[in-house]
């Protein structure tokens, strides 16, 4: 393989400063889908440094005090809200939660309504999580802040993928080149889509394994190498992850039993031995322990990068809103 | 009163008339057309200036009746859809909407029966009741009947009265809650889809159906290559079989929807770039019989949501024509062909009384410049609701006047 490649420099297109002169030429963060190698990077660089800062005693750097951040979930999350509301305030910001239940979305105001709402009360940036593809887009185009999106239906999940890659930088020093399995239910899920274009917009190679009724129809056409059986989609494999599967998946025929998927897809001891021996397991959670991992490989500290995920997620939240308000504060010092 | 459509360029699909001339209307009817007519004394004279004077358009699917879009559009008879507020299931709602039809000079409105009940699939509807009050065809509209046993039992019922069953193709239970093509596209954007071949394992039951009852089908709004191809096969086989499709699905693949474009979802979605390659040939080799608009007002309340909620449908009247002419203007579909599809064969399939350049038919006309360039302006358009995909597209062919029962109605240079 040619030395010019490397993890930060995946493609020659890569290599060229981007002609706006910002490493981050975006006003939002909608998906990975139009984010370009440069991108990425510059927002994993940013993270890196928050990862230190997490781990002192004093975590809050406040430089965004004074701004706003409204999370707005349409969709019940825990962790991802907890997650962007503790990054939030670690950089100084004033963070306001919303879930449906207290949303007026049920008193059937029109998304953009809401977005007409949130706008006049002036905001930094807005998180939003909803259960329709496509519907975290459709809101940024009336609002003036920055707008993030912690998932909108199938679509995209961004900063799950984030800090996905920057679990993998971390442990294997670099994504290129890595052989990365992705394995679940691919057809419902974001977080399969944000890792499918971050992955190999830098460089690793992608597989998915997972049975047919749970894979969207050319999907190979994204770049990725489809399997069905799990040890051949494992053979030397440097990192496995493994994706929730919904159990309302049981219903419509998607599969046969909760049982059967386990036999067959979840990750067990002897079906990992056919990836590398220094295989990094993940998982987004919330994990479905004997379903789609088995507990013992969930817990072995060499391999599962599980609980390192959920803590690279809070220094990936806060990279992506320091990222994404660096102009205010710019304004500011002028 | 008079009139004199002279220096026309007369087509009439039924009689394969392409020929300059004259076309007279006295009160209501076509009383002479042909290229040697005398203009008699009194009469008001046109000079379409060798523009294209074809029998009105006929559009087999609206869901609104929007009679401004229709006529600059050419469209001069409108067949409504059941899916009213007011579900078209019984005679009296079928009497009141030919009623208010007939009290206006202006438009011929005829409304389709639903098929089944309330268009739950279940229950015959009053099928002989609604014809003999007007309805001139029978369907449940954008929900196909599923159930094999009561379709079967329907078109044997129809038959009877000779009504014709409408049968919207897609197999309810593989389609699903899917609301785009399953390909690439979908899967990338994370929307719940549905395959071509749902579109054709309907076709091809109904077809069976057809066959074992003797009655004769009407497939509306074809979207795929695998659905063309079933029916021509069924044609072969001789079947009493005939389609339609509309013009955006001959215009633009499911590469539209992409970015969330709600104004591009539609109901078939829009498929890839083979399956619209497909209907135009079946278009043009006369697979697919007519065109129609599938007319469908939306407010953009309804149209900005997230694509997965929004309201399905687009306006389609008043650019039918223009976008239906680039498929003659690429060479691949004969104009003859083309005008056939809006007029003769839908009255034909419909038992009405226009559709033809004939003495003594109702004097419906449209008078339009094959050439004329023009670009698709949402804003500008007559259409209750602005609900296009189209919007800032160019487009060639553009329809100069219309005329119902020998009156001008539109005339776009007033």
């Not at chain 2, 044997?156 to 390909?183: C, R, T, W």
Request: glycine share 8%.
């Amino acid at each position: 393989m040619s030395t010019h490649y490397t993890d930060t420099a995946p493609y020659p297109r890569a290599d060229v400063s981007p002609p706006s002169g910002s490493l981050f030429p975006h006003k939002h963060l909608l998906g990975i889908w139009n984010m370009d190698p440069t991108s990425i990077k510059h927002l994993l660089d940013t993270a890196e440094k928050y990862v230190d800062q997490n781990r002192q005693s004093h975590k809050t750097s406040p430089i965004c005090a004074g701004l706003t951040q409204i999370n707005l979930f349409f969709e019940n999350s825990t962790r991802t809200l907890m997650s962007f509301e503790i990054a939030g305030k670690r950089l100084g910001m004033d963070t306001i939660s919303m879930s449906t239940g207290s949303s007026s979305i049920k008193k059937g105001e029109t998304l953009l309504d809401t977005a007409d709402t949130l706008n006049a009360m002036h905001p930094d940036a807005l998180v939003v999580r909803h259960a329709d593809s496509g519907a975290v887009q459709l809101l940024s185009e009336k609002m003036d802040c920055a707008v993030l999106n912690a998932g909108d239906g199938r679509s995209e999940h961004p900063t799950q993928a984030l800090l996905d890659a920057l679990t993998i930088r971390r442990r294997k020093g670099q994504i290129h080149g890595q052989t990365i399995v992705i394995s679940g239910d691919i057809a419902h899920s974001r977080v399969a889509r944000s890792n499918i274009y971050l992955l190999s917009a830098m460089g690793a190679r992608v597989r998915l394994v997972a049975p047919p009724t749970l894979l969207p129809t050319d999907i190979e056409r994204l770049g990725v190498e489809v399997y069905h059986r799990m040890d051949e989609g494992l053979e030397g494999a440097d990192v496995v992850m493994m994706l929730r599967l919904q159990q309302e998946r049981m219903q419509g025929a998607f599969l046969p039993s909760l049982r059967e998927y386990y036999r067959f897809w979840g990750l067990t001891s002897e079906k990992l031995k056919y990836a590398k021996d220094d295989v990094l397991v993940m998982h987004p959670g919330p994990m479905n322990r004997g379903v789609e991992i088995a507990s013992d490989i969930a817990d072995d500290l060499d391999k599962s990068a599980i609980r390192e995920q959920v803590e690279m997620g809070v220094a990936v939240r806060m990279a992506c809103l320091d990222v994404l308000t660096s102009h205010l504060r710019q304004e500011k010092k002028a | 009163m008079t009139t004199a459509f002279i220096n026309a360029r007369l087509m009439d699909p039924a009689s394969n008339m392409d020929t300059l001339g004259t076309l007279i209307a006295e009160n209501e009817h076509i009383t002479a057309v042909g290229p040697d007519i005398t203009v008699p004394d009194g009469a008001e004279v046109i000079d379409c200036k060798k523009r294209i004077l074809c029998p009105g358009l006929i559009d087999m699917r609206v869901h609104a009746v929007d009679v401004d879009a229709a006529l600059a559009g050419g469209v001069t008879t409108v067949i409504l859809q059941p899916d009213q507020t007011t579900i078209i299931d019984s005679d009296p709602v079928v009497e009141r909407i030919r009623g208010r039809s007939k009290d206006s000079t202006a438009f011929s409105v005829y409304p389709m029966g639903a098929a089944t009940q309330g268009l739950k699939g279940e229950q015959l509807a009053e099928i002989g009741q609604m014809q003999q009050s007007g309805a001139v065809a029978f369907t449940d509209c954008r929900k196909p009947v599923s159930d094999s046993q009561i379709m079967r039992r329907l078109m044997e019922y129809a038959g009877y009265f000779n009504a014709l069953i409408v049968q919207f193709p897609q197999d309810k239970s593989l389609a699903g809650d899917g609301i785009a093509h399953e390909g690439e596209i979908a899967s990338r954007l994370g929307l719940a889809a549905i395959p071509a071949a749902a579109e054709a394992m309907q076709i091809d039951r109904d077809v069976r159906l057809a066959e074992l009852t003797n009655a004769r089908i009407h497939f509306s709004m074809l979207s795929s290559r695998d659905g063309v191809e079933a029916i021509r096969a069924a044609k072969k086989r001789g079947a009493k079989v005939t389609c339609s499709t509309a013009p955006h699905y001959l215009h633009l693949n499911e590469n539209a929807v992409e970015g969330y474009r709600t104004f591009a979802k539609v109901s078939p979605p829009l498929r890839a770039e083979e399956d619209r390659l497909a209907l135009i040939d079946g278009l043009a080799d006369g697979t697919i019989d007519t065109l129609v608009s599938d007319h469908d007002p939306q407010s953009a309340d309804v149209k900005r949501l997230p694509f997965g909620q929004a309201t399905p449908g687009v306006v389609g009247l008043e650019t039918m024509l223009a976008l239906a002419m680039s498929t003659v203007h690429s060479g691949k579909v004969d104009l003859m062909t083309l005008l056939r599809s809006l007029t003769e064969t839908p009255a034909e399939l419909l038992n009405l009384d226009t559709g033809r350049l004939e003495v003594g038919r109702y004097a419906d006309l449209a008078i339009f410049d094959p050439e004329k360039p023009w670009v698709i302006d949402a804003d500008k358009l007559s259409s209750s609701a602005k609900n296009t995909p189209f919007d800032t597209l160019p487009v060639q062919g553009q329809v100069w006047r219309t005329i119902v029962g020998g009156k001008t109605l539109f005339n776009r240079e007033t």
